[in-house]
């Protein structure tokens, strides 16, 4: 389906440590024609008018933020909308913590179709990173930002 004028889509996104989730989302958004809010920006009810909701943060702990996630939890289960789950971290998604399919099925179980997920690496000072001046620098990258326009436009097309 190609995105028309008059579609609204939002980015529910929670960047904290170095704007790393914030570029990708901003990335997203100038495709998308969307809008790039904080949890506490929004108010669940104002999903129900979006024809496309994503829903991002770096990765803490092996997990979302706690904010997003909070955020998700809360949403009521008749939401009816499409979805997309994005991402950045200091390390690849690891093959026990997979951490973007559980936040899908989540949104699953809200009543979101999600068609798609992003991932990239993003610099990380989260100790014991911090002690050797961090991971994953420089990233996201040119190439990163790259990967998640095309995603953005798969998701438009």
């Given at each position: 389906m190609k995105w028309r004028i008059g579609v609204k889509v939002v980015i529910v996104c929670v960047s904290v440590s170095h704007g790393n989730t914030e570029r990708v989302a901003e990335v997203m958004a100038g495709v998308l024609g969307a809008r790039v809010v904080s949890p506490e920006e929004i108010e669940p009810a104002d999903l129900d008018s979006c024809d496309l909701v994503g829903f991002g943060s770096g990765i803490f702990g092996m997990d979302f933020h706690p904010r997003l996630l909070r955020f998700v939890e809360a949403?009521?289960?008749?939401?009816?909308?499409?979805a997309f789950v994005f991402t950045t971290s200091g390390l690849p998604e690891p093959p026990?913590?997979?951490?973007?399919?559980?936040?899908?099925?989540l949104l699953g179980h809200k009543g979101f179709d999600?068609?798609?997920?992003f991932s990239c690496r993003g610099f990380d000072t989260w100790l014991p990173f911090r002690l050797v001046g961090g991971i994953s620098k420089n990233r996201p990258g040119t190439a990163d930002l790259d990967?998640?326009?095309?995603f953005a436009e798969r998701l438009a097309a």
């Amino acid at each position: 389906m190609k995105w028309r004028i008059g579609v609204k889509v939002v980015i529910v996104c929670v960047s904290v440590s170095h704007g790393n989730t914030e570029r990708v989302a901003e990335v997203m958004a100038g495709v998308l024609g969307a809008r790039v809010v904080s949890p506490e920006e929004i108010e669940p009810a104002d999903l129900d008018s979006c024809d496309l909701v994503g829903f991002g943060s770096g990765i803490f702990g092996m997990d979302f933020h706690p904010r997003l996630l909070r955020f998700v939890e809360a949403l009521p289960g008749e939401q009816r909308r499409k979805a997309f789950v994005f991402t950045t971290s200091g390390l690849p998604e690891p093959p026990f913590r997979r951490y973007l399919r559980r936040l899908a099925r989540l949104l699953g179980h809200k009543g979101f179709d999600v068609v798609g997920t992003f991932s990239c690496r993003g610099f990380d000072t989260w100790l014991p990173f911090r002690l050797v001046g961090g991971i994953s620098k420089n990233r996201p990258g040119t190439a990163d930002l790259d990967a998640a326009r095309r995603f953005a436009e798969r998701l438009a097309a």
